[in-house]
């Protein structure tokens, strides 16, 4: 589990653009693609959803639930 900040969290949304609008225009395809490429992660698993399949849902999961060296 990373130990980012609430403050790091609140900056990276803004910064993905999250609250209505596509994360850097991302397409779920895309989306699937980076973290696969970058992280090696499917964005996609089940551990990844905290409440929904949305993609701030799933990078936020992915912030929780892997360390600090992968998320960083």
């Known amino acids: ?11 990276l949304k803004w910064l993905f653009r999250v609250g209505g609008r596509d994360m850097l225009h991302f397409t779920d395809h895309t989306f699937r693609e980076f ?3 970058h992280a090696h ?4 698993a ?5 409440r929904s399949t949305s993609k701030v ?16």
């Open 57 to 72: 849902s799933r990078l936020c999961g992915f912030w929780k639930v892997e360390s600090n060296h992968l998320v960083w």
């Open 41 to 44: 992660r499917n964005i996609d």
């Open 35 to 37: 973290f696969e490429e």
């Open 46 to 50: 089940a551990v990844y959803r905290e």
């Open 1 to 11: 589990m990373t130990d980012m900040s609430s403050i790091k969290r609140c900056k």
